[in-house]
């Protein structure tokens, strides 16, 4: 079973940076997306940024691009989520997905996998 564990939230003034991290445990092997979606309340979840493996690609979201950095630890698992010049609009909680490619087009389908959250406040 894959377990996703994130970690790294809190709250920050603008300007601010974060650091979001995922723990991947129970993990598929070969090609599979990993990312980042976010849901402020009463919003929907929408993606932010996601990454493929092996091949390294990455996507973001209009949003957070230029500010937003994804990466992953390939012997550790981990998925990391570098937020710089954070915005108040920025505030949301914050779940770490994956599966085969769905992720990496920030589409919501059945079988994927997902942490617990957690919340990134962003205040003016």
């Known amino acids: 079973q894959v377990q996703l564990v994130e970690s790294g939230g809190g709250s920050v003034q603008a300007g601010g940076s974060l650091r979001l991290s995922c723990a991947a445990s129970?993990?598929?092997?070969?090609?599979?997306?990993m990312g980042w979606f976010r849901q402020a309340p009463g919003k929907e979840r929408e993606g932010v940024a996601a990454i493929r493996t092996g091949a390294g690609s990455t996507y973001y979201a209009d949003p957070v691009k230029g500010r937003f950095t994804i990466s992953q630890d390939g012997a550790k698992g981990t998925l990391y989520l570098q937020m710089n010049s954070l915005k108040p609009e920025d505030t949301a909680m914050y779940y770490c997905a994956a599966d085969r490619g769905h992720v990496c087009s920030f589409i919501i389908t059945a079988g994927q996998f997902w942490g617990q959250g957690t919340q990134v406040t962003v205040s003016s």
């Open positions: 129970g993990w598929m092997y070969g090609s599979y997306c």
